[in-house]
């Protein structure tokens, strides 16, 4: 009896993971640090992410199914995660306005122009924040100090650490005496009761969101302990040539979106490097032009313009770090 091979195209390797659980993962990992800006911040955050999630979820769908003439895909999840990523990027007292303009960024121009989903250079909820910032940067920089209670809506309004040590360094404080002076440490920073984006607030929460996507293997260590230790490697070396001048290390990776960017944007599937030694190139890029933002750019946070920047390098390195064909020496 003769036998018929059967020739198809890849993937040839099958696995019941989908984009619906991964991003189902990412959202879960999400959670702690949702729930204590929730604490800290009250209830806009609840109408912050309302609007943020429900414009791309519904943005997406509507030019899926009417423009593209597409099935929609908001089932896999991922105008959700994008829609929450923005809005933890946000001022807890951003007008909702400005929350919808951003949303509606990312999706209509960061992620369905360029094909939805798979197809993005950028990662939209990066590109969406910076949009917002760089049209808005009044309101995007106006940041509400914790206060502790769900119904919170008109809380004070205070800088973030890194603007502060910007400013006191500025006028020739030490790194140690602003933070005396302004009445925080590392323990409020670790635990999320100061100013700033309030996903970005508490360490820690994100911490324990990163263990959760390394134990579900979402996501692997590289990229964001690659930022970690670049950060940490090139504030070392400033804080070692003049501790008066320059914040340490610790202080450095406690601040400001580097936890949040380096676990959930860096490491985005789409907009990251396919293979490890790329994701660690990829990542040291990162590392390298947060820290120059932080020290002589005219923003006191760097991380969202420095994933935006090596995103665009990501094909680049994709071209130069491919795996050996099978057979090649």
Not at 4 to 28: A, E, F, G
Not at 185 to 198: E, K
Request: hydrophobic share 50%.
């Amino acid at each position: 009896m003769e036998k018929k091979l059967i020739i198809s195209p890849s993937p040839h390797i099958h696995d019941n993971v989908t984009t619906q659980r991964l991003m189902k993962d990412v959202i879960i990992a999400l959670l702690p640090a949702f729930l204590v800006s929730v604490y800290f911040f009250g209830i806009n955050v609840l109408s912050v992410t309302f609007v943020s999630v429900g414009v791309c979820v519904g943005l997406e769908w509507v030019l899926q199914k009417y423009v593209l003439k597409v099935p929609p895909t908001i089932c896999d999840l991922s105008a959700a995660l994008t829609g929450l990523l923005l809005a933890m990027n946000l001022p807890s007292s951003i007008p909702l306005y400005m929350v919808a303009i951003g949303a509606a960024f990312a999706i209509g121009v960061v992620k369905i122009s360029f094909g939805g989903l798979g197809s993005n250079l950028f990662n939209p909820a990066i590109a969406g924040r910076i949009f917002l910032l760089i049209s808005f940067p009044v309101a995007m920089t106006s940041w509400t100090l914790p206060s502790a209670g769900f119904f919170v809506t008109d809380g004070e309004t205070g800088a973030t650490p890194l603007a502060i040590m910007l400013h006191g360094l500025a006028d020739e404080h030490t790194p140690q005496q602003i933070m005396a002076d302004h009445g925080f440490s590392y323990f409020h920073m670790l635990f999320g009761q100061i100013g700033g984006s309030f996903g970005e607030v508490s360490v820690l929460a994100l911490l324990l969101g990163f263990a959760y996507l390394l134990i579900r293997k979402v996501i692997t260590w590289h990229i964001p302990v690659t930022i970690f230790s670049t950060v940490a490697v090139f504030t070392g070396i400033f804080w070692l040539i003049d501790p008066s001048k320059y914040p340490d290390p610790l202080f450095h990776l406690l601040s400001g979106g580097l936890m949040l960017g380096a676990i959930f944007m860096a490491t985005d599937y789409v907009t990251s490097p396919m293979l490890k030694k790329g994701a660690v190139i990829y990542a040291i890029g990162i590392g390298v032009l947060t820290c120059v933002i932080r020290y002589w750019g005219s923003f006191p946070e760097g991380i969202s313009f420095a994933i935006l920047i090596m995103n665009a390098t990501v094909p680049l390195i994709n071209m130069y770090m491919k795996p050996k064909r099978f057979g090649e020496k």
